[in-house]
C-alpha cells in the first residue's frame, strides 16, 4: 500500500520490553506506524510508559495513544471479576472508539490484544473495516491429559470450556466475527473453530517476539526450564512427572512462575524424590530471564491448553532446544521457527506422554547445540503480516455494502 491510511488498535495489554501481551500490543502499535498515522486505545496505566519510550522515537510524530481507564488489580487476572470488568473496558473503548472517528475518520480498526473468540471487541462498533485478532481463546485439553489437572484443574477447565462455549454465542462477542473483513487466528485449532465470515489466516501473535541485543555468555547447562503462569493447565505436573525418567541425573527443572499451582508441582516434587532436581523461582525480571532461557539445556513447555506462549519464541529465537505437546498454539509457534531445534510430543496418557518428554529432553542434552550470537528470525514476519492485514481491510472499503457497527 503506497497510501498512508489511518488506522486505531485497540491495545488492552501494551508496553514495551515486559514480554507477553504487552509485548504484542506494542509490537503491532509500532507495526501499524511503520507505513501509516496509528492511534492505540489502551490502559491508561500504561499510557506514561509508552509515552515515555516513543519520546524520541523514530515513528512517535505518528502515533497516538488513547488511554481507557481500567480500575481493577490485574493480580485477578483469569477470574471471573477480571473479565467482568475487561468486558467494561470493552464497552468504554467502544464509546470512545466512536468519539474519535467523528473526529478522525479511521480508515482501518484493529482489535489487536486479548483478542478472543468469547470477549468483546470494543472497536467492533466502529463501521470500518475491522481487522481482528490474532485470535485466541479457542484451545481446549487432550482429554487423554486431563487426569494431569487434578480435580480442582479439571473442574476449573471443564467450567471454563463450558462457560466459553456459551459466551461466544452471544451477540455482542458475535459483531466482531460477524464484521471483520480480516480474520487473524493464534493457531490453526482455533481457525477451524471460528465462525468468521471473512477468510481465516493463522499468524501466532507469538512471532512478534524482538531479541537483538539478549547474549548468552559462557556454555550451555543441563539445565531444563519451564518458563510460565504456574496455573493447572500449563502443564508443570507433566514436566515433574517427565524428569523421573530424564537419564541424567545432574539435569535440574528450574520452574520460573507464580501461581496457585505451586503448592502441588511442591507436593508431587516431595513425593517423587525430585526435591533436590527442582527449583522454584519467583517472578524474575525479563533481563535476567531472557538469559537464562538462552543458556539452557532445553525449554519444555508441555500446556496442555496454549494459544501462542511467547516464551516458546524466545525459546527458538535464542536457539534453545524446546519440547511441547504437539498441540494447539506451542505447536504452531514451533512451526514458525522451522531451523530451531524443538520436538513436538503427541499426546497421550500421562505416563507414556511424560517418557516421550524425557526422551526427546535426553536427546538435547546428549548433543546440545551451540548457543547463538544473533536471534533466529521466524518463518513469517509479524509487522508484514498486520501491514498486509491493513492494506487489504482498506481496499474493502470501497464496497459500500461494509457501513456496519453496534452499539458499545
Not at 507433566?238 to 520460573?256: C, E, F, G, Q
Request: proline share 8%; glycine share 8%.
Amino acid at each position: 500500500m503506497t497510501t498512508p491510511v489511518r488506522v486505531l488498535l485497540s491495545a488492552f495489554s501494551c508496553e514495551p520490553e515486559k514480554g507477553s501481551e504487552r509485548e504484542v500490543g506494542f509490537r503491532a502499535l509500532l507495526a501499524a506506524a511503520e507505513r501509516h498515522e496509528a492511534w492505540v486505545l489502551t490502559r491508561a496505566v500504561s499510557v506514561p510508559v509508552l509515552r515515555r519510550f516513543l519520546a524520541g522515537h523514530p515513528l512517535s510524530a505518528r502515533i497516538h495513544v488513547e488511554p481507557v481507564p481500567f480500575d481493577y488489580d490485574e493480580e485477578g487476572f483469569g477470574r471471573t471479576q477480571f473479565h467482568w470488568n475487561y468486558n467494561r473496558w470493552q464497552r468504554a473503548a467502544a464509546r470512545r472508539a466512536l468519539e474519535l472517528d467523528r473526529q478522525v475518520d479511521f480508515d482501518v480498526v484493529h482489535h489487536v490484544s486479548l483478542a478472543t473468540i468469547w470477549t468483546r471487541a470494543g472497536v467492533a462498533a466502529v463501521p470500518k473495516p475491522l481487522v481482528w485478532g490474532p485470535v485466541g481463546g479457542g484451545v481446549e485439553p487432550p482429554l487423554r491429559l486431563m487426569t494431569e489437572l487434578g480435580l480442582r484443574g479439571a473442574l476449573d477447565d471443564l467450567s471454563r470450556i463450558t462457560s466459553r462455549r456459551l459466551l461466544a454465542r452471544l451477540p455482542p462477542m458475535r459483531l466482531a466475527p460477524d464484521t471483520a473483513v480480516v480474520v487473524l487466528a493464534q493457531n490453526q485449532e482455533i481457525a477451524r473453530r471460528l465462525r468468521a465470515n471473512a477468510p481465516v489466516h493463522v499468524l501466532p501473535n507469538a512471532t512478534a517476539v524482538e531479541l537483538d541485543g539478549v547474549r548468552a555468555m559462557g556454555q550451555r547447562t543441563r539445565d531444563v526450564v519451564l518458563v510460565g503462569r504456574l496455573l493447572a493447565w500449563k502443564g508443570g505436573h507433566l514436566a515433574l512427572r517427565a524428569l523421573r525418567h530424564v537419564s541424567s541425573h545432574d539435569t535440574r527443572l528450574r520452574v520460573y512462575g507464580e501461581g496457585p499451582d505451586l503448592g502441588r508441582l511442591r507436593r508431587a516434587a516431595r513425593r517423587w524424590d525430585l526435591a533436590d532436581r527442582v527449583g522454584f523461582h519467583d517472578w524474575v525480571p525479563r533481563d535476567r530471564l531472557l538469559p537464562e532461557i538462552a543458556r539452557a539445556g532445553a525449554l519444555v513447555h508441555p500446556s496442555l491448553h496454549d494459544d501462542a506462549p511467547l516464551s516458546v519464541a524466545e525459546a527458538l529465537s535464542l536457539g534453545t532446544p524446546v519440547v511441547c505437546l504437539d498441540h494447539g498454539g506451542p505447536a504452531e509457534v514451533v512451526r514458525r521457527w522451522p531451523t530451531s531445534p524443538a520436538r513436538r510430543i503427541a499426546p497421550a496418557g500421562p505416563a507414556v506422554t511424560a517418557r516421550r518428554i524425557a526422551e526427546a529432553i535426553d536427546g538435547f542434552l546428549a548433543d546440545p547445540p551451540p548457543l547463538r550470537s544473533a536471534p533466529v528470525r521466524p518463518n513469517v514476519s509479524f509487522a508484514d503480516s498486520l501491514l498486509a492485514a491493513y492494506e487489504q481491510a482498506a481496499r474493502s472499503a470501497a464496497h459500500p455494502e461494509r457501513q456496519l457497527g453496534g452499539q458499545p
